[in-house]
């Protein structure tokens, strides 16, 4: 079966400190893979998307990155952070079809201070 | 960028009744999805309706979607209070390939 691994579950980092959340996928090949982000009490906003090996689609821009060295490892990264990156980071994976569901990780709850 | 709105914001009912939460969209799109998100969890997929499809269901759930009028409703029977959880709704964009934008969600709780 298939299964997403996010990781941290929480961080707290100051302002101007580097990022890096991971993402990996286990049990499918090939899958899309999403970052979204989560503000409190609010709507899911599609920051990357990726159809494949180094290939990312960004939605906003901003001071985030993200890279997909392998099939199934998604990095949200970021050189410098900012008080209004504060939010509640989804990873999720999704088949090849664009019918197919979107499965989640749990998330990374990042605080920067 | 936003492409679903979900309404009401916000829904308070007691165990037993029905809770109907509503998705507007503003492009063409392949199909809809509506998802579930416990509180600090991540979201679990409920069901897919496609484009050409106006109705579906799947136990206590019902699924319609009016492409002409860009519009999705989630009903939920007979609610439980384990139903509590905020809902959104799901679109990709026809021109845009697979990636699915989210709306705000309906945030509903359920009183026994």
């Known amino acids: 079966s298939q299964t997403i691994h996010q990781w941290p579950a929480t961080l707290v980092q100051p302002v101007g400190s580097p990022l890096s959340l991971e993402c990996t996928v286990e049990?499918?090949?090939?899958?899309?893979l999403y970052w979204y982000r989560q503000a409190a009490g609010r709507g899911l906003q599609l920051l990357f998307y990726?159809?494949?090996?180094?290939?990312i689609s960004s939605e906003v821009p901003q001071n985030l990155s993200a890279s997909r060295p392998q099939d199934r490892q998604f990095i949200l990264s970021s050189k410098k952070l900012l008080l209004s990156d504060s939010g509640f980071y989804l990873c999720?994976?999704?088949?090849?079809?664009?019918?197919?569901?979107?499965?989640f990780g749990n998330g990374t709850r990042l605080t920067v201070t | 960028s936003q492409q679903g709105e979900e309404d009401p914001q916000a829904l308070s009912i007691q165990e037993g009744e029905n809770a109907t939460m509503n998705c507007s969209y503003k492009?063409?799109?392949?199909?809809l999805q509506w998802y579930r998100q416990n509180s600090g969890r991540g979201l679990v997929h409920l069901i897919l309706?496609?484009?050409?499809?106006r109705e579906k269901h799947s136990g206590r759930l019902r699924v319609t979607l009016d492409t002409s009028k860009k519009s999705s409703s989630l009903l939920i029977t007979a609610s439980r209070a384990a139903d509590t959880a905020s809902y959104f709704c799901?679109?990709?964009?026809?021109?845009?390939?697979?990636?699915?934008?989210f709306g705000k969600g309906t945030t509903l709780s359920v009183s026994s």
């Open positions: 990726s159809v494949g090996i180094g290939q």
């Open positions: 049990g499918t090949s090939n899958p899309n």
């Open positions: 999720a994976w999704q088949g090849m079809r664009t019918s197919s569901p979107l499965h």
């Open positions: 492009t063409s799109i392949n199909n």
């Open positions: 799901a679109t990709d964009r026809v021109q845009a390939g697979t990636a699915l934008i």
């Open positions: 309706i496609r484009s050409n499809e």
